[in-house]
């Protein structure tokens, strides 16, 4: 279970609570739970003079604070997604070839940029699928399949919403034609929790089976599903996130199946939500 933060705001100085010292910042997330650390590596996208930018690792950011915090603390970009990553793997592989740079996120291309949180159960045979944008795949993390899959739609002219569900109608597709393969899986997926960016608009999808997994709480506070996204916004800011990082801001939930849009609009932040 990977935990995710965007931020878009007009100011960019206000992004050092929610990653680094709110009561549940991103970074706080990252080991307040022995039981479910975040040990797998970290990343964040951002842009600088127009053109997206990664700094990422394979280590643990709760083993690199400073590394982390002197890049939290120079950055100067009205948008942000940040990852902390505990691991899936769906392919059965040794733990030493999940664990890299590559495989950390976000994912980019151009000016496009992509983090997620859940696992999709059949990463080969949805990679089969991408027909030449399968070149592109750099490493073994089954999020950057459908890293790919929202690409490969928008540059097919579709909009990210569209995108999003022919990568659920395939997902299903996929599912019912080779489930029997796979005996100990019982879904096509867990979670397609996902922030996004074009260097204009903060995108944030919530999406999972809120019976079966509702029950596992938030790390920090444990007042919300673990799988179900949140917000808050205001004329300056947006920040999207898996959980809340404070108690005094008034976090309000992205409900599974819902899309959160953010862009600036005569110099205000505008959020509207769409069902997909």
Known sequence: MCRLLGILSLNPSVVGGY???????????SRVNPARLQSDGWGLGFYESGMLR?????????????????????????????????????RGLPRSM?????????????????????????????????????????????????????IKGIFEGKSLKEALIEFQETLHKVWLENHRKYLDRDRPYIGLNMIFSDGNKLYAYCKYDEERDGRTKSLCY????????????????????????????TWLPIRSGQLLVGEVVGGRVKVSMEEV
């Open 222 to 249: 444990g007042d919300q599903p673990a799988m179900q996204m949140v917000y808050v916004t205001s004329a300056n800011k947006l920040i999207v996130a898996s959980e809340k990082t404070n108690a005094e801001e």
């Open 54 to 90: 990664l700094v990422k690792s394979e280590r643990p950011v709760y083993e690199e604070f400073e590394f982390f915090k002197s890049v939290v603390e120079s950055l100067r970009s009205n948008i942000i997604v940040a990852h902390i990553r505990r691991a899936s793997n769906p």
């Open 19 to 29: 990653l680094l010292s709110d009561p549940c910042s991103l970074y706080v997330q």
């Open 98 to 150: 999940l664990i890299s740079v590559e495989n950390s996120q976000p994912f980019g291309y151009g000016n496009y940029v992509f983090a997620h949180n859940g696992v999709i159960m059949l990463p080969d045979e949805m990679a089969s699928l991408l027909g030449d944008w399968r070149n592109k795949i750099r490493g073994l993390n089954d999020s950057e399949v459908y890293f790919w899959h929202i």
